[in-house]
């Protein structure tokens, strides 16, 4: 599966943005799919995932601001991020995992800056 992710932009804080991640390919048997972020200087970290029953887990850091969502008749996953804060400036990366394999998009920058 290819994944490509959208929507990384430069945002005052307080800002909101939707991320987007737009899978092609045979997506029936995905077992998860999250959203990670390396920050300048910083390794990748979490931010939020989707299992196959549903249940969606956040990273403490954007519990109540962010929101995991996914469209399967367009293949697409969204990220969408309220109240941003100069600190959740970093790449945004997409993950996937099918049938045991794991795909990576290659990311999209979001900037919170004033």
């Known amino acids: 599966v290819q994944l490509v992710e959208s929507g990384g932009d430069l945002v005052q804080p307080g800002g909101s943005l939707r991320l987007s991640c737009a899978m092609s390919g045979n997506i029936e048997n995905i077992g998860y799919m999250g959203w990670y972020r390396r920050a300048p200087g910083k390794q990748r970290r979490f931010v939020g995932s989707?299992?196959?029953?549903?249940?969606?887990n956040y990273a403490d850091s954007v519990k109540g601001r962010f929101t995991i969502s996914r469209d399967d008749t367009k293949k697409i996953m969204y990220l969408t991020m309220n109240m941003l804060k100069p600190e959740d400036t970093a790449d945004y990366y997409c993950?996937?995992?099918?049938?045991?394999?794991?795909?990576w998009g290659q990311g999209t920058q979001v900037t919170v800056s004033s």
């Open positions: 989707i299992v196959r029953s549903g249940r969606i």
């Open positions: 993950n996937v995992v099918i049938s045991g394999v794991s795909s």
